[in-house]
């Protein structure tokens, strides 16, 4: 089984104050599905309050983030499935419950992992 990153920017969730409870309990409807399935492995959304930080292999700690990366944000779920085609169906489910496009990946295969 392969482990699919499924997630959006958080500029592409647009909604009012009334729309934001529909699409939490939505979308939460959709994790618990994912969760009885069998096939949620984590997911949620980066805490956009907290400044991102690199740390070098000395421990060094500086402020800030890879220039490619500095519009890391948004919400993220990783599902193990055994197809492509499983993780664009869940991405479909996901995609409605948030009112927004996802962005689907697979995760190279590490047996390790």
Known sequence: MTK???SFPSSAMVLSE????EVSDASHAVVQEAKDAGVWVFGGGIDERVPPVMVDGDGTVTE???PETSELEGG?????????????AWAAKIAAACRCAQEVRAFQYDPAS
């Open 4 to 6: 699919y990153l499924i």
């Open 76 to 88: 993220y779920s990783v599902l193990e499935l055994p197809s492509h085609e499983a993780a664009l």
């Open 64 to 66: 800030g983030t890879y």
């Open 18 to 21: 009334e729309g934001l409870q």
